[in-house]
């Protein structure tokens, strides 16, 4: 034990209380995916099939949220009625979300008067659309300064989004819109009041608030323990999504789309995607790696799925040119039709980056460092050079007029859609994705059952996930260690162990051997 981890340490220890969510639904065991590593590994059409039905059950909340979607999709049909503009904010996945949200507005009003109407903003600014901010979202002053940064006015709508309901810096971002704006603000959650409230006195002052609308769309435990970039942030992308393009239509239309939603992913096979897993997991064991190709209208969402296996699975992340990165991801996203690597940006959001320039935080949310995330058309011939041995692989994926064609050498799929509105394909691309990359990481044993033993513990809320994951696994061996010990273990594996392994299996070696 140092020093330094010590008291890293001692001063989780002081605020533990506030970050003991091991109750709440979202991060509970869900009882069909127990084997799911195993199924990963010996029968990957069961392991799809049990992730799309969770997926499907995802999508039967939402078709019975659709009467409090509409609420909201007056909000905003109001807002832009009385000339003022809509907001939306998250951190992590919803963040992502939040951005895919007004990058799919942008696409459908290029050049019309309503193109700059909607705005959205993350926990660490676009920056964080790639590379996790740390410890950014622990503080609810930093959601206020990004609200009142980002232009939010009195008359302006926003919608804080929230995978778990106890997000601070989305609290905070909430809460000041109540100050500034004398339209209520809506907060977006999956878990239900009762549990939040006992758990996060944060949580209970936004519930309790009247000044705030609130729609809980809990749809239960995670396919992946604890990984709320599936089925919570589906949802939640869904009913945000959808509030924001039917604002001008009826609830009925709103209705007959969610269901339409609903019949097609249940109806549609998606059995396909094995093959794209075989052949990816197996680059990935050889040593090779991945460039997801895409163009501006898809990217958004292929970005989110892969950027987002890194902190879930304690992958090395997206490497910047800018930086010493220890070592190149196993994947990346690349433009080819971008020269460099701000217009490949500008294509990806359909605007302008924006980014904190805070003196405080020393650019890590710069536009310098995101810049240094370059994924034009240089990025094949840089892996190249940086990857080798590694084969650098392709994957494109499309939108064409018939749907979403996919190709990997020698495989390729066009699933065939009719929708619409452009957020009902993205829906159909991110629970694919998603469930793609998650299988992807049971072959290559990044969790065991469903429990997601590679958590990156890099906020609060992940530290007492880890150490709630730790005591599973220690007590499964019959040894006893309190949660304080497992703590000072944890911080002191942190400070020596290499970016891609597990703290969780890592520390509970460490505390073994520290009580033989």
């Known amino acids: 034990m140092t020093k330094e981890s010590n008291i890293k340490a001692e001063s989780f220890l002081a605020i533990a209380s506030q970050y003991k969510l091991g109750s709440l639904v979202t991060e509970s065991s869900h009882p069909d995916t127990k084997n799911l590593s195993f199924l990963a590994v010996n029968d990957l059409h069961a392991a799809i099939s049990a992730l799309k039905k969770l997926d499907t059950k995802t999508l039967e909340v939402l078709y019975s949220k659709v009467n409090e979607i509409s609420t909201l999709k007056d909000a905003i049909r109001d807002t832009f009625k009385s000339g003022n503009d809509v907001y939306f904010c998250g951190c992590g996945a919803t963040g992502r979300l939040s951005l895919t949200i007004e990058t799919l507005w942008r696409q459908v009003y290029r050049n ?9 903003f993350m926990s660490g600014g676009d920056v964080a659309l790639i590379r996790s901010i740390e410890n950014f979202e622990d503080y609810t002053q930093y959601g206020a300064r990004q609200l009142v940064e980002a232009g939010f006015k009195d008359g302006d709508l926003l919608v804080g989004i929230t995978e778990g309901g106890e997000t601070p810096i989305v609290i905070g971002a909430v809460e000041e819109a109540v100050k500034l704006s004398k339209r209520k603000p809506y907060f977006m959650y999956c878990n239900p009041d009762d549990i939040l409230c006992k758990v996060a006195e ?10 705030i609308v609130k729609i809980n769309l809990t749809v239960g435990p995670m396919g992946i323990t604890g990984s709320t ?3 919570s942030s589906t949802v939640l992308l869904a009913a945000a999504g959808l509030a924001l393009f039917y604002y001008d239509r009826s609830e009925k239309e709103l209705g007959n789309t969610t269901k339409n939603l609903l019949e097609y992913w249940n109806s549609t096979d998606i059995s396909f995607i094995g093959e794209y897993i075989e052949s990816e997991s197996g680059f990935y064991k050889n040593g090779d790696y991945l460039l997801y190709e895409s163009d501006s209208f898809l990217g958004i969402t292929i970005i989110t799925d892969t950027t987002e296996r890194s902190p879930t699975f304690s992958l090395y992340p997206f490497e910047n040119v800018n930086e010493k990165d220890p070592k190149i991801s196993l994947c990346y996203l690349y433009m080819p039709s971008s020269e460099d690597s701000e217009t490949a940006w500008e294509k990806l959001l359909w605007r302008k980056p924006r980014t904190l ?6 650019g890590i949310a710069s536009m310098k460092r995101l810049l240094g995330f370059d994924f034009s058309s240089k990025v094949l011939e840089r892996r190249k050079r940086e990857g080798k041995p590694g084969i650098q692989h392709i994957f494109r994926i499309d939108k064409t007029k018939d749907g979403i064609e996919f190709l990997l050498e020698k495989h390729i799929h066009m699933l065939h859609t009719s929708f619409a509105d452009p957020i009902c394909d993205h829906l159909v691309l991110k629970m694919i994705l998603n469930i793609h990359s998650t299988l992807i990481m049971g072959r290559l044993g990044r969790y065991e059952g469903n429990v997601m033993t590679y958590v990156k513990a890099s906020n609060n809320k992940l530290i007492d996930r880890s150490i709630r994951y730790i005591d599973l696994i220690l007590k499964n061996e019959n040894i006893a260690a309190s949660y304080d010990e497992i703590c000072h273990a944890l911080y002191d594996v942190l400070e020596v162990m290499p970016l891609d ?16």
């Open 112 to 120: 019309r008067p309503m193109e700059n109407r909607v705005f959205s």
């Open 202 to 211: 944060r949580s209970k002052k936004v519930i309790e608030n009247p000044g």
């Open 229 to 231: 970039r599936m089925q």
């Open 357 to 362: 320039e805070w003196p405080d935080i020393n």
């Open 501 to 516: 392994q597990s703290v969780v299996l890592n520390t509970v070696e460490e505390i073994k051997s520290r009580k033989k």
